[in-house]
């Protein structure tokens, strides 16, 4: 099993940046595909972005290419979501989630059974 702790939100003005990190518990993060997902109040949640085990492959929501960047640091057991031109469709609570088993990344919310509680962020505008 793995833990996972998010950290990094708070309030931003529209056109600002923030970075979110996680940080999970475990020998074996560096074999989980891990991604970001958020949810809005009276939204579902939405898939953010996503990195393979080695880092070799990420994938974005269209809501965010190119002004999110999802890195990790495997010996840190860390993944980093960077915000940057935020804007005030962006507020949500943002979601870590681990996907074991050197598995491809996915973008569906149901592939992955480890999630942390979430960060707030609030872009104004």
């Known amino acids: 099993q793995v833990q996972l702790v998010e950290s990094g939100g708070g309030l931003v003005q529209a056109g600002g940046s923030l970075r979110l990190s996680c940080a999970a518990s475990g020998r074996t993060f560096s074999s989980y595909a891990m991604g970001w997902f958020r949810q809005a109040p009276g939204k579902e949640r939405e898939f953010v972005a996503a990195?393979?085990?080695?880092?070799?492959?990420?994938y974005y929501g269209d809501s965010v290419k190119g002004r999110f960047t999802i890195s990790r640091d495997n010996a840190k057991n860390m993944v980093y979501l960077q915000m940057n031109s935020l804007k005030p469709e962006d507020t949500a609570v943002y979601y870590c989630?681990?996907?074991?088993?050197?598995?491809?990344?996915?973008?569906?919310?149901?592939?992955?059974?480890?999630w942390g509680q979430g960060t707030q962020v609030t872009v104004s505008s």
């Open positions: 989630a681990a996907r074991p088993g050197y598995t491809s990344v996915i973008v569906a919310a149901s592939g992955y059974p480890y």
């Open positions: 990195i393979s085990w080695n880092g070799g492959s990420t």
